[in-house]
């Protein structure tokens, strides 16, 4: 599991509570969430439903204020967050996207997990999420 190296300083860290709400530890950087597997479908030029669609679960409430006040500072393009996550005896990398909406995160389930894990739209699963402060592209 990886170390995390988030904020240390008292005063950053009493901000970071106030502004962004949750707690801050340096120890923290894994959670654990549960939810169901919800399927997006994409919609052509024409409004009509595409053959593509991504699988999801949603990463919401006091878990995705979590990761919202370690990763501050860490965040990826479009305000991502790389971890790696973990359901069953599966583990990947990928990226938490941030969806406004919820204020908080959606994360992607790619088929090989889905398919490891037996695995389909309205599954509720538990997922492990370790973020990950330094990633090589």
């Not at 901000?15 to 120890?27: A, K």
């Not at 994409?42 to 878990?63: A, C, N, R």
């Not at 990826?76 to 909406?101: D, H, M, Q």
Request: proline share 5%; hydrophobic share 35%.
């Amino acid at each position: 599991m990886q170390t995390n190296d988030g904020p240390t300083d008292p005063e950053l860290i009493r901000f970071l509570r106030e502004e962004l709400g949750g707690d801050v530890s340096p120890d923290e950087g894994a959670w654990e969430h549960v939810g169901p597997i919800w399927l997006w479908r994409g919609k052509g030029k024409d409004g009509q439903p595409s053959s593509m669609s991504w699988h999801f679960l949603t990463i919401d409430g006091e878990v995705a204020g979590a990761i919202r006040v370690a990763s501050s500072g860490h965040s990826a393009a479009w305000g991502s967050v790389y971890v790696e996550a973990g359901i069953g005896k599966t583990c990947w990398r990928t990226s938490l996207f941030p969806n406004k909406a919820i204020q908080g995160y959606m994360l992607p389930i790619k088929a090989s997990v889905r398919k490891a894990e037996k695995l389909a739209e309205g599954d509720v699963i538990t997922v492990r999420i370790t973020l990950e402060y330094e990633r090589s592209i």
